[in-house]
């Protein structure tokens, strides 16, 4: 089956640093790949989503994430962090239907 | 305003008690899907419906029951089968319930077993 492993459980950063979370998926075949954001007690926000064609894709908010088939990765990266970025983030994969999430990271923000 | 909303957000229940869940969405789409959300574990899928009048379980539907009488609508039951039912219960839709399709989550609803 496949599944989903986000190794970073928590992390923490300062505002204006930049920011990577990790995101690895066991699957044979390249599955739909996709990053959602969840403020406390609340839903979740696509972010962004990779199906295929260029490796690096833009979201909203000024998140990137990239599609690295050879590590079965797609990290979520953005430059310069800001506290509202403070949430728990979700990696995501879905094949034939059947969408796993991973366990999700949550950031920390310091002034 | 196009969006899923879920009521209550707050529900408390009493053990043997059968508790209902609301999910309506106005985005016209045709695949729902309620999931479960426990600290540290992500989300994990209940039930989905791609259709009125049909649904599938997902990986840990039991204890739980749904309906898709309307297509705008698909309430959850956690009914006191469910052995532990405090959770954090998330309904979501999509526009045809494929692969490629982004889903679309509601704030929530906060269930807590007294």
């Known amino acids: 089956a496949q599944s989903v492993t986000q190794p970073d459980i928590h992390i923490t950063v300062s505002e204006g640093a930049s920011l990577e979370l990790r995101c690895n998926y066991s699957?044979?075949?390249?599955?739909?790949l996709f990053w959602y954001v969840q403020s406390p007690g609340q839903g979740l926000q696509l972010l962004l989503k990779?199906?295929?064609?260029?490796?690096l894709v833009q979201g909203i908010k000024g998140f990137e994430a990239e599609f690295k088939r050879s590590q079965s990765s797609f990290n979520l990266r953005k430059p310069s962090v800001h506290w509202s970025d403070a949430a728990e983030y979700f990696c995501?994969?879905?094949?034939?239907?059947?969408?796993?999430f991973g366990a999700g990271t949550r950031l920390t923000v310091k002034p | 305003d196009g969006g899923i909303t879920q009521s209550p957000k707050y529900l408390f229940r009493k053990e043997g008690q059968n508790v209902t869940l609301s999910c309506e969405q106005n985005?016209?789409?045709?695949?729902m899907y309620w999931y479960r959300q426990d600290p540290g574990q992500g989300l994990r899928l209940i039930y989905y419906?791609?259709?009125?009048?049909?649904?599938q379980k997902g990986d840990i539907a039991e204890g739980y029951s749904v309906s898709r009488e309307k297509k705008e609508s698909f309430p959850l039951t956690v009914t006191s089968a469910q052995k532990n039912p405090t959770a954090f219960y998330l309904c979501?839709?999509?526009?045809?319930?494929?692969?490629?399709?982004?889903?679309?989550f509601g704030p929530g609803t906060r269930l807590t077993v007294l």
């Open positions: 995501a994969v879905n094949n034939n239907n059947d969408m796993r």
């Open positions: 979501a839709s999509s526009i045809y319930g494929t692969s490629t399709d982004t889903q679309y």
């Open positions: 990779y199906f295929s064609g260029d490796t």
């Open positions: 419906s791609q259709i009125v009048n049909d649904f």
């Open positions: 699957y044979g075949a390249t599955p739909y």
């Open positions: 985005l016209n789409h045709d695949a």
